[in-house]
């Protein structure tokens, strides 16, 4: 078989990444047939598929812009200080949504160019006998947990969208139509389980794809094919709760002893990091820490690079949801104050007030995340509420965390945990996908968890609509395949 190897959709992407164990140099207009020739070559293969993870990342020239953003805007639990154009405005004000908006476009190119990166590769590698089978079952593990990853992320934004798990040859049928979004569902479920039994480590250093994240991205596969749009039911949310405890039980993983070790990059790829967008400040600086700081004031500037900032803050009904005394809430904790106004300390990178440059990992998933998937599967599971002592201690681990003198509780709702969920998981791009699936809301003004359909967010102009639960596929997209219409 043979593909061009250089930078575009249809091409696989075998050049050096953002990932701190990626350094191989661009290897464009190779072919196919002229690569996966040695373990060296296959091992940037396996590399270059790791791309889509940083892709949504990317920084715009205005100021404090990215795509990722989007993600965290559109809750409307999040305010951005720094003045923006109409693509941020649409998603943070949830007001004239339009199709031509960039940010549909970074979001839709980063599920499909890698995506053809990983077909490409389990296409070539799968029929390799360059390298053994144990190595070669540990790479293709990977890859099949990364085809997944992206599947996920895309067919819960956008819905139903073409499902191509075989690398392009050719341009002769690329306009390919859109798959049911159960199919979308049966194969990355197939490509889990796959990596699931491909020998992966249940923990990597490095930063590369483990045994813990795909069982903990299983778990979430399954809640989420329990709640909606599919609605599975008590089934899923029982094989949640059981992929949650096979990660749980494996006692690789811990909480860290406070939210301090969280920013510490000496734990990243560690202790609670399950797995981590990886940065570095020489190839892949991180646009989070310095976007993240108060929009600047001329005679007060708050970071060593001055002009920086503004790109997002919680909105001040988010922050006062917490209570006060939840750890969380502390100063420098997951917030900090300037003139009184509360904005983002979660990510701050000690280092890069020091260099200017911001090499932080930044996490996808945490041992916290598979927790509180855990104990709010089996709160499903038996009806809303449950006594199960293991989601009873998973819950309270970490709830613990943030209420040190708090007592154990001998019952929990499905409630609490979604609340728990929102404070813990806050600006880590979790809350969007749990607001659809569960079609629930947090109304921080009245401590409850409401329907999501008619709930006006804290920073939005309107109530959400059903319309509003799918991301449009782009324009530029829908005009090259009017199958996508």
């Known amino acids: 078989m043979k593909t061009f190897v250089k930078l575009s959709a249809l091409t696989v992407l075998l050049l050096s990444s953002c990932t701190k164990f990626l350094e191989e140099e661009p290897a464009s207009f190779l072919t196919t047939d002229q690569y996966y020739k040695t373990e060296e070559q296959i091992h940037a293969a396996a590399n270059g598929t790791y791309d889509g993870l940083n892709m949504p990342f990317a920084s715009e020239i205005t100021l404090a812009a990215s795509p990722v953003y989007a993600l965290e805007y559109i809750t409307g639990y999040s305010r951005r200080p720094r003045p923006t154009g109409g693509d941020d405005d649409q998603f943070l004000l949830l007001q004239n949504i339009q199709n031509s908006n960039g940010r549909f476009e970074t979001w839709w190119n980063a599920t499909y160019i890698p995506i053809e990166n990983c077909n490409s590769f389990i296409a070539n590698v799968s029929q390799t006998s360059v390298v053994n089978e144990e190595t070669k079952n540990r790479f293709l593990g990977e890859v099949y947990f990364l085809r997944a990853y992206y599947y996920f992320r895309a067919v819960r934004l956008f819905g139903s969208i073409p499902l191509k798990t075989e690398p392009t040859l050719n341009l002769d049928n690329i306009q390919i139509g859109k798959s049911p979004i159960e199919e979308i569902y049966n194969q990355i479920v197939s490509d889990l389980q796959f990596a699931e039994n491909a020998g992966l480590p249940w923990t990597d250093k490095s930063g590369r794809v483990n045994l813990a994240a795909v069982k903990s991205l299983l778990a979430e596969v399954y809640i989420t094919m329990a709640g909606y749009p599919l609605q599975k039911g008590a089934n899923y949310y029982q094989m949640a709760y059981d992929k949650s405890m ?55 500037p708050v970071s060593v690079i001055p002009n920086m900032g503004g790109s997002m803050a919680p909105t001040t009904a988010f922050y006062d949801s917490y209570a006060a005394d939840d750890l969380r809430k502390q100063e420098k904790q997951f917030f900090f ?55 009873l201690d998973a819950y309270y681990s970490v709830h613990k965390r943030a209420f040190p003198s708090s007592k154990r509780p001998s019952s929990i709702s499905t409630d609490d945990v979604l609340k728990e969920r929102y404070w813990e998981l806050c600006f880590e791009l979790h809350t969007w996908f749990d607001m659809i699936r569960t079609r629930k809301a947090f109304d921080v003004e009245n401590d409850r968890i409401v329907s999501l359909i008619g709930f006006k967010a804290p920073n939005h102009n309107r109530a959400f609509e059903e319309k509003d639960l799918l991301w449009l596929i782009p324009l530029a997209e829908i005009q090259a395949n009017p199958n996508l219409k």
């Not at 510490?264 to 700081?293: C, V, W, Y």
């Not at 599967?377 to 002592?389: E, L």
């Open 246 to 300: 096979e990660v749980i039980n494996a006692g690789e993983y811990s909480l860290f002893a406070s939210y301090a070790d969280l920013r510490d990059p000496a734990k990243n790829n560690s202790g609670e990091h399950i797995l981590m967008n990886q940065r570095d400040q020489k190839n892949a600086t991180s646009i989070i820490h310095f976007h993240f700081m108060p929009y600047p004031e001329p005679s007060k």
């Open 337 to 391: 104050k300037v003139s009184n106004t509360p904005f983002i300390y979660k990510f701050w990178d000690d280092e890069a007030e020091q260099t200017s440059r911001s090499g932080a990992n930044f996490p996808l998933m945490r041992y916290a995340d598979v927790l509180l998937l855990g104990a709010e599967a089996k709160t499903m599971v038996d009806g809303g509420t449950t006594q199960d002592a293991a989601a």
